[in-house]
C-alpha cells in the first residue's frame, strides 16, 4: 500500500477486556515497529520485528501484551485484561531494511485506546 | 539509556518569523536521528533524517542540523506559516544492547503555533 494503514483507528474497552491492534505495514519493509504514546509525550519502544521474528521485545509493559507478525507482513498487537493505565495510542511503523543505519521509519496513523 | 529532551516545550510565534528548535541526546553512539511532525489525533510525518556521520539536512524551509560530540540537533524553520502549527519530536536511533536496527527514543515534543 501507499502507507502504515492501523484498525482499528479508535477502540474502547472495558477494563478487563482483551483487546488486538492491527498493522499493515507498507509492502516489502523488513522492520516493524510499535511504538506506544501517552497523552503529551513522546512514543516509546514496545518491541521489534525482523519479519517474522521478534527480536527485542525490552519495551512491552507487563506479560498482558503480546505482539506477532507470523508472515512477516501484517503484525497484531493484543493486550489481555486491560488496564486503565493501558489507555494510550499505539503507534507502528515501518521500515525498508533491517539495519538502523538505513532505517527510516514510516509511521501509521495509530489506534487510540481508551479503557474505562 | 539514552535520554533525549526538547527544548522548548511550546513555542508561538507570529506568521514569518524563523525558528529554532532545539534536540539533545545523552549517548552519542546514535545511527540517526529523525525529526517528526505530529499533527492533532494524527500519527508521525518524517521530516528529515540525518544519518551519524552527516551534518546538516535540508527540505524546502526546513534545516536540520546535527552534533554528535556535544548530542544536539536543531531544526531551523524559515518564514514560518500557519500550517507549520503541530507539534515537532525529534527521535535517535540507538544501538542500545548492541543491537543494530535502531529502535527510536523520542523526546517529548515541541508543540508550535504559528498565529497569522
Known amino acids: 500500500g501507499a502507507g502504515v494503514s492501523q484498525s482499528p483507528r479508535y477502540k474502547v474497552a472495558k477494563r478487563g477486556q482483551d483487546v488486538a491492534l492491527r498493522c499493515d505495514p507498507i509492502s516489502g519493509h523488513v522492520s516493524l515497529f510499535w511504538y506506544q504514546q501517552a497523552l503529551g509525550q513522546g512514543p516509546e519502544f514496545l518491541t521489534y520485528f525482523q519479519n517474522e521474528a521478534q527480536l527485542d521485545k525490552s519495551g512491552l509493559p507487563s506479560d498482558r501484551f503480546f505482539a506477532e507478525r507470523p508472515e512477516g507482513s501484517v503484525s497484531t498487537l493484543k493486550i489481555q485484561r486491560t488496564q486503565q493505565e493501558d489507555s494510550a495510542v499505539y503507534l507502528c511503523?515501518?521500515?525498508?531494511?533491517?539495519?538502523?543505519?538505513?532505517?527510516?521509519?514510516?509511521f501509521g496513523p495509530g489506534t487510540r485506546l481508551t479503557v474505562l | 539509556k539514552q535520554e533525549v529532551t526538547q527544548i522548548p516545550a511550546a513555542l508561538s510565534v507570529p506568521e514569518g518569523e524563523n525558528l529554532v528548535l532545539n534536540c539533545s541526546f545523552t549517548?552519542?553512539?546514535?545511527?540517526?536521528l529523525q525529526w517528526f511532525r505530529q499533527d492533532p489525533g494524527k500519527g508521525l510525518t518524517s521530516l528529515l533524517l540525518?544519518?551519524?556521520?552527516?551534518r546538516e539536512q535540508t527540505s524546502g524551509r526546513l534545516n536540520a542540523s546535527l552534533d554528535k560530540s556535544s548530542g544536539r540537533s536543531t531544526l531551523y524553520i524559515a518564514a514560518s506559516q500557519p500550517g507549520d502549527s503541530a507539534t515537532y519530536l525529534c527521535a535517535a536511533s540507538s544501538n542500545a544492547g548492541g543491537t543494530s536496527y535502531g529502535k527510536l527514543t523520542f523526546g517529548q515534543g515541541t508543540i508550535l503555533t504559528v498565529h497569522p
Open positions: 511503523a515501518s521500515s525498508f531494511s533491517g539495519l538502523a543505519v538505513y532505517n527510516e521509519q514510516f
Open positions: 549517548d552519542s553512539a546514535i545511527y540517526n
Open positions: 540525518i544519518q551519524s556521520s552527516q
